[in-house]
């Protein structure tokens, strides 16, 4: 063992790295922190499942528990799958994916990268089309069982490097903000207001006509998938088939969920019953915005 390391270090390496949240922190190592200032209890990952508390237990020298419920249940370890003919490449999965497991471009389909999928569940709330299923794919293992050490530290490296871009890209907006409120001193103001003038003089500027055309053709695109969508969703209910792990999902994950709910209201889909008993728990990494409606109805 590496003396240099902390309390929060040494139970972090024994944590899945799925950053899935479910434990009620923002990832493993939020989590790993709060146990070890003694601020949150050490079950609360079912990623780890019972082999994870005993192990947390070890390191902590205290009795094996179960698994507190409220932060949900040990399972067979799923993968996301995407159908691909519903998808409107909205991208809100990949914004709340914390280990890149998906790739796609903006109005374009979206795959899920199956070796990296941690079965975090996170991007299956924020679709708007609810074409992401969770897939169980390790039979009846769960936990640590269905789950190697070397998938974790993947998993964790994946995600680390997930947050080094996303923290520099922050820092990049908040320069150009920065530089635009500079810009908008009075001197700034009369060159922004030249720079307006002479794009607006530009002959290679759309028309109006021309962009409410593309607008125009864009909603019925999104609406005519929105109601592919709407249909499917309709028959897998009807055939008993909708998501699956929905239960016990915690209270924070259920937010999401409504959150989830209110927005395909907005965007003109049947809402369902929005309970934990027809939806995936999963809730946005703090770093993404809350995904809303607009992305969806204004072109990229
Ligand atoms: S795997 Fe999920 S529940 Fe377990 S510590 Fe990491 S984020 Fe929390
Ligand atoms: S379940 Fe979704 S969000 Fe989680 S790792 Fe897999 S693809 Fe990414
Ligand atoms: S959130 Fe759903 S619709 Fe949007 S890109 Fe992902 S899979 Fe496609």
């Known amino acids: 063992m590496n003396d240099s390391k902390t309390l929060a270090d040494r139970i972090e390496d024994l944590l899945p790295q799925t ?28 990623p780890g499942g019972a082999e994870g508390v005993a192990r947390l237990a070890k390191l902590l020298g205290k009795p094996v528990i179960p698994i ?22 909205c991208t809100l999965c990949m914004q709340a994916c914390p280990v890149d497991a998906i790739v ?5 389909m979206h795959t ?3 070796d990296l999928c941690t079965g975090c569940d996170l991007c299956v709330a924020p679709c708007p089309v609810d074409c992401i299923a969770m897939i169980p794919v390790t039979g009846e293992a769960t936990g640590w069982d269905a789950w190697t050490q070397q998938q974790a ?17 922050r820092h990049a907006a908040e320069a150009r903000a920065a530089a635009r409120r500079a810009a908008a001193t009075p001197a700034g103001a009369a060159s922004e207001a030249s720079d307006a003038s002479a794009t607006s003089a530009s002959p290679a500027a759309a028309s109006p006509a021309a962009t409410d055309d593309a607008e125009a053709r864009k909603k019925a695109i999104i609406q005519a998938a929105l109601e592919r969508a709407r249909r499917k969703k309709q028959e897998l209910a009807e055939r008993g088939a909708g998501p699956r792990n929905t239960e016990h999902v915690s ?23 929005g309970t934990a008993d027809n939806k995936t728990g999963g809730a946005a990494t703090p770093d993404q915005p809350a995904p809303n ?8």
């Not at 399972?75 to 490449?89: M, S």
């Not at 209201?265 to 369902?272: C, E, S």
């Not at 409606?293 to 990229?300: L, V, W, Y």
Request: include cysteine; charged fraction near 30%; proline fraction near 7%.
């Open 112 to 114: 899920i990268v199956k």
């Open 19 to 46: 950053q899935c949240t479910k434990c009620g922190y923002d990832g493993c190592r939020p989590y790993a922190e709060a146990v070890a200032a003694g601020a949150a209890s050490y079950n609360q990952c079912p």
């Open 104 to 108: 796609g471009a903006p109005k374009q």
């Open 251 to 273: 209270a924070d994950v259920q937010a999401q969920i409504d959150a989830a709910e209110a927005r395909r209201r907005r965007l003109g889909i049947a809402a369902d019953t």
């Open 153 to 169: 530290d993947e998993a964790r490296v994946r995600h680390d490097r997930r947050q080094a871009r996303l923290a520099a890209e």
């Open 293 to 300: 409606a607009d992305q969806n109805d204004k072109p990229a």
């Open 68 to 89: 507190n419920p409220v932060n949900g249940v040990e399972r067979p370890r799923p993968v996301a799958f995407i159908d691909e003919q519903v998808c409107i490449g």
